[in-house]
Every structure is written in C-alpha cells, then in structure tokens.
C-alpha cells in the first residue's frame, strides 16, 4: 500500500502547489460568478497569458523531455509534432486524426532508428 | 406555453448569449451541436428522478469522441507522472482533486523538474484562471429558484473545458430540474475514465519498451496542442499559442525556474497588445 501512495509529504504538496491554486478559481466562479463581465479587457489578458502557458508547458514536454520520450532524438519530436499539425489543419481541426500521425510519425521513426 | 418550455427557452439563450461573449470556444460548441443526441424526449418518465438523470449523464460518456481525446490525454499523464517519480495513488489523487488536464501537467513538470512548490502553485494559478469565465457561464444553465450554491458545488468542481463543451450540447435536452443530477453523471463519469487511463498510462509506462513508452509520453502534447489550437478563434489566441511556443525555449536559457511562467506571461501579453491595437486602429 505504501508503494501506491508513495510519501505523504508529496501528497501534501500536491494540495498546496496543485489542488488549492486550481480550485480557488472554481470557487470564485461560484461565489461571484454574477458580477463579472465574460468581454471585460482584463479576461481578455488573462485567457492570452493562459493559453500561452499551456503552450509553454506543451513545448516543455517536447524540448526538454520526461523520461522515455528523452531517447527520441530532437528532430524526430520535432517532426512529429509538425506532422501532427500538418494532418490536424487538413482533416478540418480533427484533434484525432492529428494525434493518430503524430503518434505514427514518432513510432515509425524510432521503430526505424532502432 | 408550458414552464418546461420557458426553460428551455431560457437554456437556449443562455447558450446564444455564452456564444456570443466567449468566442474562442464557439468554434467546438457549433461542431459538435451539429451530432445529434440520444437522450430521452423532455417529458418522458426516464427523468423522473435525479439517480436516473445521473445515470443518462453517465452514459453519455459515451456519446462523445472528446471522451477519446480525454483518455489519450490522462494515458500521458499517467505515464508522465510515472516517469517524473510520482506513485500511482498521487497521480489519482490529483486527477481526482485537480480534474485539470493542464494544471496536472504544470504540477507533474515543475515539481518533477526541480521547481520549488510556490514556483508550481503560482504556474498553476496563471493557467487556471480560464476556469473561472467557464464556471460563470456553466451555471445559470442549471440554476433553478430551488437552487442553493452548496448543491452547485460539485458541478463548478467538474467543470473543465471538455464538461464546459459538452454542457452546451447536452443540456438543452435535459429537463432544467435534472440537470445537475445529469451534470453530476457526466462529469464523474468522465472523471472515472481518465482515473482508468491515468492507471493504464501508468503501468505501460512502467512495462513497456522505450519505444511504446516514448509514444505514450507524446500522447499529452499533442491532444493538448490539437485542443488549444481548435478552441483558438481570435488572433489574440492564435498569437498567444504560437508565441508561447516559440517563447519557452528562449525563457529556458534564463533557466529560472519560473520559465513556463515567464514565458507564457510574455507570450500573453504580446498577444493582448496585438488584440488591443487592432481594437484601436
């Protein structure tokens, strides 16, 4: 049992670093849900600077890779990923479609450099 | 004209006047209003009681290929966690707790790279305020004059950007004094989902060949990069996404811990300054 939750202290630091700053929002939306203007210049900002850290943290993954993905040489993450979006534009934004030639594009290439 | 009528009414103008104020995200509402689905018709007996509009909203689970993108998406995280050094339980945990795909990843990426917890807690604050417009706009969907906020709580926590989607499908289907009890299946149903992948992402990680493990770990990137990329409508998201991109290798070379945050907080405020002066010119 010890093993599946692993040290308590990393499970503490999940709520304090991943649970609380997440819900606050959540919260905030019920509480003051009703008073806010959805087109105020303010959201505008906010809904720009979170859509720029989602793509930080997606070229995190890609550029300095966790784990077994590390062994994919650069160029190949690189190229899958250009793929992917090359597929995704041409089948009308199909999220699928471009998951399934990315995927491809990085098992084929490894498969293929051994 | 019957109150059922008036609701749905109601329902339909919320939905337009949502459109019309949050357009980023009206692309993916439209395409997939377009599916037809199979739900009961308003009156029938099937939405007498709340288990059972808790059980449709669970079996409309089914009924979504965003449910695909879902599991692709925690199959990575699974694995990501894994090979970051978190246990399995953790990893469960903050599917659970967190239920957002992104905030998880900031958590799993920072703390697994060697940031410190108020470095990851404010990452992780930057990224969620997106939930708070979607929240404000999932609710008066399913507020009755019954309504008390603490029978609302379960619903804001389950709202995500694919919950947020599917609400706008969904909900005109659903008899008003049902919908959170639909809600509520719903979104543990898709929360049941991605604690089956986050476990099967966890364990290929931990059995697999490099090169299946390599594929599971691209699996996150690319559903998060297809999905931000299709809810982009206004050159300021078009800008923000592909600065935000180019801008972390960059902010990495300062190596200061914070480089999501640097990153994005630059990207995002090119971006706006972009969407300002065309307001202007």
Known sequence: ???????????????????????????????????????????????????????????????QPPGALASVPDWLRYGAVVAGFAVFMLSRKSIFAGVIAGEIVILAGKYWIG | MTAGHCHDIAALCAASLDRAFRQPYSATVQTHSDTPVALPPLDSPQWQTSFRAFLWGARSVGSTVLTLVLFATYLGIGALAHD????????????????????????????????????????????????????????????????????????????????????????????????????????????????????????????????????????????FLFSTARNCRELADVIALVLGLLLFPVAALLNSGVDILVSGIAAGTIAYGVHRARAVA
Request: aromatic residues 8%; hydrophobic residues 55%; charged residues 10%.
């Open chain 1, 1 to 63: 049992m010890s093993s599946f939750i692993g040290d308590w202290h990393a499970l503490a630091v999940l709520f304090v670093a991943g649970v609380i700053p997440n819900q606050i929002w959540r919260m905030l939306g019920l509480w003051f849900g009703g008073g806010i203007d959805e087109g105020s210049e303010l959201l505008v900002w906010v809904r720009a600077v979170a859509t720029a850290i989602l793509a930080g943290v997606i070229a995190q993954i890609v550029v």
């Open chain 2, 84 to 223: 970051s050094g978190f246990s399995l339980g953790w990893t469960l945990a903050s599917t659970a707790f967190v239920w957002a795909g992104p905030a998880q990843i900031i958590v799993i990426t920072t703390l697994g790279s060697g940031a410190t917890i108020v470095q990851s807690a404010i990452a992780v604050t930057v990224s969620a305020v997106r939930l708070f417009p979607m929240v404000v706009s999932v609710l008066p969907m399913m507020r009755t004059d019954e309504t008390k906020r603490r029978h609302l709580i379960l619903v804001a926590h389950l709202t995500a950007v694919t919950l947020w989607v599917e609400c706008f499908r969904f909900l005109p289907q659903v008899p008003r004094n049902r919908r959170i009890a639909f809600i509520h299946g719903l979104g543990c149903g898709l929360v049941c989902v991605c604690l089956i992948a986050n476990t099967i992402g966890y364990a290929l990680a931990a059995n697999l060949s490099q090169l299946l493990g390599a594929g599971i770990l691209m699996l996150t990137p690319l559903a």
